[in-house]
């Protein structure tokens, strides 16, 4: 069997499925459970030719339900397990993710973005922030990293095994059919080599080990009695999301410090928001970029202070207002006015940005 | 002063006497499961899940490894525990709504896979837990919540089949087999052999129990016995349905 897929580092010029395939691997994720939707497939494409050189496992279900129960089964059991999905299928995979939130469950989910409502297009969209970050019946207790590039895709597929075991949160790596699809350079590397630690798996369930005399039995529950019981739970699991989320919010702003009005964006529409921006200070506008990483935890403090400052922020998606909401929420009660480019489903690009902020500014 | 009746050994003595209702099939099934992985000595080994139904209250029911999952899904998540670890043994419980409604898609293509698991469904002709609803196996004219005239067969078809419909799409390996919590001894024996099949790797196995609820069911101790033993069994049939390597012998 072949040791590594990746000695060291090196160039690569791959799809995003492709790239978010290899990360797993390099990220030593165990198994693989899936149901093909587009735009995910290539993942568990990838994943089942790789996978077997490795050691590793793939399962394909009969539904993302199961793609989803499957998957916490494979955490209990102490392996690093993973699926992916996209639109129709996110909206049945809320329901394992809201039981891998109750019972801190570390599963990895690699959600390609496509349009909706509904089946809609398997094409692109930034329409399922709400339901990545919100979903299920449950309270958000998750990380949710969104991607902008390839290289997004290869880092943050591997940090996302290492931040759900080591804070048991649900982790997502919320990406879209854009970045599925494109081909684009990236650097994929072994994490070791880089000196990334990689968290090891323990298993919740099947501990090696007599019970009673070398270890406790395990019982786990999602089901309480009283409304007192489920309150406790409830606000301790807030409590410790809580307390770890500054460890967790990621983000990225630049030349906010003297801006005038600030491009908020996430995701692959951060990338035309980045252009953007240079594009206009070269032109000798005062604009700042701000892109929160993860959507959950929201950098809201951070991103609060450059509102206050600029008191501009020009809320560009590829969704109508679903990432807005996130922002309008975490700066409540700053002065800062909000403009908005909201194209749901579609992409956006610099040139529309430029041309909203030379007309507004 | 009276002897209380052995239990067995995996039972948890903290969480009996147990939370089902008095005279509920699902203690006298999980006796008859606690007796079987008690003979074959895995406790260690085993992996229970537990479905939401009057199966949940089966949370903290042994002394083994126990997850409870959601209505319907508990297929999936022992599924999922069993491919990531081979080495454990995995039981999915679940009653019939769970099992014939709501995942039936997850039980069948857990049969049609040959998943080595087990999975136990307790058949008690209606769902529990939530007040005494139809469920895939109430009987035809069967009086329930939402079939209040009784079960329309025009409007809601006949019972589920579920054991005949897994040795169906099965392949050879795998283990179905219908009991009755009238015949403990003989469920006992269907639910060793299941988990056997599991150890030996051979496919799914699966195990039908006929079970009571007299608080839904409104009965009392006889009448319960009776529905179980003279109602229930004219439309399901107990016994051993498929074995591996059955059909060679024959
Ligand atoms: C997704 C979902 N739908 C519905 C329910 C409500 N529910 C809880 S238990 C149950 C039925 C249980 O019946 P059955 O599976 O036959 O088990 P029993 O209680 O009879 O043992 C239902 C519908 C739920 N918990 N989850
Ligand atoms: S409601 Fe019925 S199935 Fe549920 S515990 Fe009571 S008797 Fe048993």
């Known amino acids: 069997m072949a040791e590594k897929p990746i000695q060291g580092e090196r160039k690569a010029f791959l799809t995003g499925n492709e790239v978010v395939a290899y990360a797993a691997v390099a990220g030593e994720a165990d198994i693989m459970y899936g149901y093909p939707i587009t735009p995910q497939n290539e993942i568990m494409h990838y994943w089942t030719r790789m996978a077997p050189k490795y050691g590793k496992r793939f399962l394909q279900t009969e539904d993302e339900l199961s793609a989803g129960f499957t998957t916490l089964g494979g955490v209990l059991s102490g392996a690093k397990a993973f699926t992916a999905t996209a639109g129709p299928g996110n909206t049945l995979m809320q329901e394992p993710m809201s039981m891998a939130e109750m019972m801190r469950i570390p599963a990895v989910f690699v959600i390609q973005q496509r349009g909706g409502p509904s089946t809609a297009t398997v094409i692109y969209s930034q329409q399922e922030v709400t339901m990545t970050t919100y979903g299920g019946n449950g309270e958000g207790f998750r990380v949710v990293y969104s991607t902008a590039t390839h290289q997004d895709l290869f880092d943050y597929t591997i940090k996302a095994f290492n931040t759900a075991w080591k804070y048991r949160f649900p982790t997502f790596v919320l990406g879209d059919g854009y970045q599925a699809k494109m081909r684009e350079s990236v650097t994929i590397y072994d994490p070791q080599a880089r000196g990334i630690e990689l968290i090891k798996p323990t298993p919740y369930l099947g501990k090696p080990g007599s019970i009673g005399k070398d270890r406790e039995v395990t019982h786990m529950r999602n089901t309480y009695n009283t409304e007192e019981e489920l309150y406790e739970v409830v606000m301790s699991m807030a409590k410790e999301y809580d307390s770890v989320a500054p460890e967790i919010v990621e983000f990225d702003a630049r030349e906010v410090d003297d801006a005038e009005i600030v491009i908020v964006s996430h995701g692959v529409v951060s990338r035309a928001a980045l252009s953007a921006m240079l594009e206009l200070r070269g032109a000798g506008y005062k604009v700042g970029y701000f892109r929160p990483v993860t959507l959950r935890p929201f950098p809201g403090d951070q991103l609060r202070k450059v509102a206050d400052n600029a008191k501009r922020l020009l809320v560009v998606e590829s969704a109508l207002g679903q990432f807005n909401k996130l922002v309008q929420t975490n700066i409540y009660g700053s002065a800062a006015t909000i403009d908005t480019i909201f194209k749901p489903g579609v992409g956006v690009t610099s040139e529309e940005i430029v041309a909203k902020i030379k007309a507004t500014l | ?250």
């Open chain 2, 1 to 250: 002063m009276s002897v209380a009746p052995r239990m067995p050994k995996c039972w948890r003595e903290e969480s009996k006497p147990h939370k089902f209702c008095p005279g509920c099939g699902h203690g006298l099934v999980l006796k008859a499961l606690g007796e079987a992985i008690d003979e074959l000595g895995i406790q260690d080994k085993v992996v229970f899940g537990a479905d939401i139904g009057c199966s949940l209250l089966a949370w903290d029911f042994f002394n083994c490894d126990t997850v409870q999952t959601h209505h319907g899904r508990t297929t999936p998540v022992v599924t999922g525990v069993k491919r990531a670890n081979p080495d454990l043994v995995c039981i999915a419980y679940m009653g019939d709504g769970g099992g014939y409604a709501i995942g039936s898609q997850h039980l069948f293509n857990a049969a049609a896979r040959n998943e080595r698991i087990l999975a136990v469904l307790v058949n008690n002709t209606q769902y529990g837990m939530t007040g005494g609803q139809m469920a895939p196996t109430t009987l035809p004219g069967q009086k329930t919540e939402t079939s209040p005239y009784g079960r329309d067969i025009e409007q809601a078809g006949y019972p589920t089949q579920g054991p005949e419909a897994v040795a169906a799409i099965t392949q050879d390996g795998a283990y179905v087999a219908r009991g009755t919590v009238a015949n403990l001894r003989q469920l006992k024996g269907f639910l060793k052999k299941a988990l056997e099949n599991q150890m030996a790797g051979n496919g799914f196995s699966f195990v039908e129990a006929l079970s009571t609820c007299p608080t839904n069911w409104r009965t009392n101790a006889a009448k319960t016995w009776e529905f179980v033993e003279k109602e229930m069994t004219k439309y399901f049939k107990v016994g051993e349905i498929k074995a591996p390597g059955q059909k060679k012998e024959a």
